[in-house]
């Protein structure tokens, strides 16, 4: 399957009436095609294994993978009372939520479909209830992107020079992207937009999936090594760094891709202001500081193989953190669907955080 | 050919009567093997290509490469005139020096030969002469390396936890290295040390040099992606930083390999001490500042792709600066064989710059 259409039509995440599609990243730059999940269980391992990838993606992905497991467990079950089959549910959530821990989209959209699946009067209900719930996530999602893009370009106009880390554009979201969806905001409205992409070691995002949607949008992109982060930004060529977040605490710290606190660092020293760039679902306001956020250790192999070839000693120890957090002090603004925030984040919904309640179902089990 | 015994009775560069025999580093990690360089031709090749590598190990082999090419111009010639070979000679240089524009070891070293060449009384002394100035440099740089080791082992008293970034040990130098000379020092002397090291893209020295060493030394090593070494130097596991040096200049700014300039800037965020190991051939007297340095640009296809398999749509544009300048102020100190320095090195020999004279014969042709 081929998608066609712009930034703005495509998705790594639909639903097709019975299953999950999800682009197969693995395939780009090469080609795009698209793969289908049909179980809980392919859903969650796409999930893990990063075939789906980018906070508001996996979100996406989780709700529909909720779908599928409630399809699965309670379509043929006519003798299973209200009570039991929401324990299924609960019990399906958290299985879901523990495939990554540190996105924390993917809690918030797994928790949003439970929810509404636990409105449901009858089991047969319950189908239906959380289909439109998953398909609500996706399409909030989807408009947020289009907002975020809007008052990204507004808060970033006159600024055409940016770079970026890691993949944020639609391959990474359910919409045009976050950080990315600024770029193609800039670009739909005829302004001149150039991108440098950090190449995102160890699994290579920015080369493979953020070089190739800039260049299939048609827009200017220069890819460089991540150690080139810092004499870039020193040499005065860049005018912000936008990034994406995996999660975003109450105090502004922020969980991102692993090299993100680095160029933040280096952003500051030279004087280039450095955006978070995120929908209010990557906001966790449960946790004080970014001391509290659990970061996810990916296998040693992602570091001592590029595109499966082995390029250090097989056996060789390797520390392998997925995300790390930068601190609030370094970043100059949050851009999001609802306006560019600062922390406190009073802007925000402040009702019970459904990120809490989700977690609590995974430590349940 | 396999080479045995410990990192200090190792080369990546030696002569063995005729031609120069270099490590064939391509190879690494999965053998160690040793490649014959016959001609100049292949010597610089071997230079530009990288096959050689690191500031001293390049130099030892430019040295020898003007062996190569004295033996090949002046042998059969027996009607020259004496100032005919020493332009030949100064023309010899030029050609080697202009290999690599960064590294001033490698004007350093020609310079050295060519002129010990100049002083011949005939023609027949000239190869002679040359011979033995090549392999004084060796000589030096490898009692350079065993100095240094000792005077930063003396610094680093105490300190076992080293971050490093792409290979400073005896693959990149002609004795057993200058930052990992540190390292081979400490654990010679029985004290404990662990090193992480950055994997250094696009050619992955730290992945496939420097992790390989430390393993076959005996000596812990963890590898990690570049974009780590911020929150690996945050979260106060890291003792010191020391890195290697392609070019100091007067007032302490250093060229070094890409991604240097984000450690030192991180590693000074987190309190952690940032120090430039390099013998004193390193230091180019001759450039007031950093702004001065010839920064090589390497091709494109050094990030898109690696070992030939592509990362990223084959078009796509990229910056690949091969180095960065770290500014002096960076730079705890510099480890060098004549001591732990500080700008401005009142204690480097102040003789009129040999490289000076390198770069004005390789400017004349």
Redesign the interface.
Known sequence: VTAAGGPARRSPVRWDGTAIEIVDQARL??TLEYLRLETVDAAVDAIRRLAVRGAPAIGGCGALAMVLGIDSALSNETDLSLPEAREIVAALAGRIVMARPTAVNLSWAVRRVAGAAAGAGSIADIHELALAEALRVIEEDREACRRIGEIGRAELAGRSTLLTHCNTGWLATLGWGTALGIVYAKAAAGEPVHV?A?????L?QG??LT??EL?DAGI?????????????L?SGRIDAVVVGADRIVANGDVAN??????IA??AR?SGVPFYVVAPTSSFDPTLATGEGIVIEERPADE??T??G?????A???????AF??TPAELVTAYITEVGVLHPPFDDLPTAPSPHEAARESAASL
Do not use: H, M, S, Y
């Not at 950090?198 to 160890?202: F, G, L, V």
């Open positions: 730059p090469a440098f950090c190449e995102a070691r160890p290579l080369a493979r070089a190739w260049i200017d992109v220069t890819l460089v090594a991540d150690g080139a982060a810092a004499p870039l020193a891709k692993i090299g993100t606190l680095g660092i280096a020293r570091v001592r590029w595109q070839r082995l390029a250090a000693p056996g060789v120890n390797v520390w392998n953190p790390d957090v």
